[in-house]
């Protein structure tokens, strides 16, 4: 017997990490578990490719994680798997194959799957096919052809201290600046009509705490780069949320972890330790109305939301905010009151979801009593709802849109407000014109800009500052403008800067007549204003700094070296120098009109620092 549990991620990034699958093969036994194979697989291939990838492994059983993002496309796979091998023994599980059991059975020709967690159940039903024995009765397993038209309940396993961790026993492997997916607690002690994350279960078990210790030790032992840590909302209940961080802090401060908060629990303790931490954390807001929450089962303060969301910003920590547009009971027009909240709250991020009628959650089972209409199909993405009209929702639609080129992917937190308040607009209102521009005046189609996650910052830039030079001239406030290019550029240059590589020199020695290259990890970039000057305004108004800084035209280098950003300002021979090494030159050509001592000092310090590179 040969198994494969084979894992679709959305995309080969540090989070495409099969930790389903490597927590099923953990839990199955030795001789089991060396006839076991984890495969990765990835949307890039097609269908056809995808099976012979696995075929090519002779398996005698495959089983599937399904998930929103994978579900289409693994059932396909198993129904081209069913036709070419027949006697293969195909099995699902995940939240899809839980909360839309016999759908999944009859659209992917499956023998099964396992509803609720799968490690114990999987193991037992290895087992009974190993030793040839009826499957039916197995908790949490719906065979195809099942004895009752009764589900069976989900799987829970009761005591997660009985689950062995896929880290430790090394079924998942560990490398230097590798991505871990780790698992703290399962369940949630919420149940929002919206969300199936609690699937079912009302309550948190945590994991217990020496495991995760291990866990820690041996992440930071391998060095791993990231960890994303997929608890619902770690700080609730909030002490439990403070053992978390004090033993983050503890064993393993060294790593960046990405943490999924609740803003209500976010006391001062809280976000004191969460300011020593390098971590983001993420905040489930949704909407600012609290009406259109409360019959979602969702509380909101929002006072005291903002409250807490401006302590974490004094203490420099990185948060970013969730919203969901088409909620039954809102409208564009909330919407927009809602994108306005969260924006004038400067997030490090803002992602913004249409809503999703997920299979299994109370707003699925209850669609006509809340007034909507989803897809039956992944995304399962609404179609209707009688508070929000079709057109509304494509407004909707190309706001969120707009948010994100503009906002997110243009690295615009630094200075967005600034902006907003100098052209007297609400941020909705300016990232709508925004979006309405790139359609009407750069002629841009919907789909085109829709499909956000193909746009990169470099091409955001220039749209960035034709946009608003264009709205500071229909304001009659062009006065604006080099205050507002600088801060611009000044914003794309350090986030760029933070993701680049380090600059480092090359190591080969050149020859007398080598030509030279300006290092791909280093930015030059003129600005109106000092440098310096730049870097302290903060939020002041782009009419008081205007007022108060006298213009000083200059450059400016911006670069890693050893993960620290530099940022400095540039002398203008020097710049001059480096500038023209935006193409290939030789040392002579790089040197042109300066004095021969001065260019041979400032080439050889260019050439030390890894700032100019040989050309081969």
Not at 95 to 105: F, G, M, N, R, T
Request: net charge negative; with cysteine; hydrophobic share 40%.
């Amino acid at each position: 017997m040969h198994i494969l549990i084979a894992t679709l991620h959305v995309r080969p990034s540090a989070q495409a990490v099969p930790l389903a699958a490597g927590c099923i093969k953990a839990c199955l036994p030795p001789e089991l578990q060396r006839r076991t194979e984890l495969v990765d697989l990835f949307p890039d291939l097609d269908t056809a490719s995808l099976s012979r990838k696995l075929l090519d492994l002779n398996p005698t059983i495959i089983a599937f994680p399904l998930y929103v993002w994978n579900r289409t496309q693994v059932l396909s796979l198993t129904r081209l798997l069913q036709r070419q091998r027949p006697e293969l023994i195909l099995l699902a599980g995940g939240p899809e194959a839980s909360a839309d059991s016999q759908k999944v059975i009859n659209e992917g020709a499956l023998a099964g799957i396992i509803r609720g967690e799968g490690e114990v159940s999987f193991a037992e039903l290895i087992a009974d096919l190993s030793a040839n024995k009826t499957t039916n009765g197995l908790s949490g397993y719906l065979p195809a052809k099942p004895e009752s038209q009764i589900l069976p309940a989900a799987a829970v396993c009761s005591d997660l201290s009985l689950l062995p961790s896929p880290w430790l026993t090394g079924q998942l492997p560990l490398t230097e600046n590798c991505g871990v997916l780790w698992e703290v607690a399962r369940g949630c002690q919420f149940n929002c009509a919206f969300c199936y994350d609690a699937k079912g279960h009302q309550g948190v078990r945590p994991f217990p705490t020496e495991r995760l210790q291990q866990e820690l030790k041996l992440f930071a032992k391998h060095r791993v780069g990231q960890i994303w840590i997929l608890d619902s909302t770690f700080n609730a209940p909030p002490k439990r949320g403070k053992q978390l961080l004090r033993m983050l802090l503890e064993l393993a401060p060294q790593i960046h972890y990405h943490i999924e908060a609740k803003a209500d629990f976010l006391d001062s303790d809280t976000i004191n330790l969460l300011s020593q931490l390098s971590c983001s954390v993420q905040i489930g807001l949704q909407s600012a109305t609290a009406a259109v929450l409360a019959p979602l089962h969702r509380n909101l303060q929002l006072q005291q939301m903002e409250q807490h969301l401006q302590q974490m910003s004094r203490a420099g920590i990185t948060f970013g905010l969730d919203l969901i547009y088409g909620l039954p009971g809102d409208n564009h027009a909330g919407f927009c009151n809602s994108l306005d909240f969260t924006l004038r709250q400067q997030p490090n991020q803002v992602d913004v979801f249409p809503l999703a009628v997920l299979p299994g959650t109370e707003l699925f089972d209850k669609q006509r009593e809340f007034g909507i209409q989803g897809e039956s199909q992944p995304p399962y993405l609404l179609q209707t709802n009688q508070s929000y009209s079709a057109t509304d929702l494509q407004k909707s639609r190309l706001l969120a849109a707009a948010t994100d080129i503009f906002y997110n992917r243009g690295r615009a937190v630094g200075f967005f407000i600034q902006l907003c308040n100098a052209l007297k607009l609400l941020p909705s209102v300016f990232l709508q014109q925004f979006g309405d521009w790139l359609v009407t005046e750069k002629k841009i189609g919907l789909e085109e800009i829709m499909a956000v996650d193909n746009w990169q910052p470099d091409a955001i830039l220039p749209l960035q500052q034709q946009f608003v030079a264009q709205q500071l001239k229909a304001k009659k406030i062009s006065k604006l403008l080099a205050i507002a290019t600088d801060l611009i550029n000044f914003h794309f240059f350090c986030a760029t800067t933070l993701l680049a590589d380090d600059c480092c020199s090359d190591s080969r020695r050149p020859g007398q007549k080598q030509r030279w290259k300006l290092n791909p990890a280093v930015a030059i970039q003129g600005f109106n204003y000092s440098l310096d000057e730049l870097e302290m305004v903060g939020g002041e108004s782009l009419a008081k700094i205007c007022r108060q800084l006298e213009p000083e035209p200059g450059h400016a280098i911006f670069l890693r070296q050893q993960g620290e950003v530099i940022i400095e300002a540039l002398d203008d021979d020097f710049a001059a120098l480096l500038g023209r090494a935006k193409t290939a030159k030789t040392r002579q050509q790089l040197g042109h009109g300066l004095a021969p001592e001065l260019a041979t000092e400032l080439l050889d310090f260019a050439i030390a620092q890894g700032l100019l590179l040989p050309v081969t």
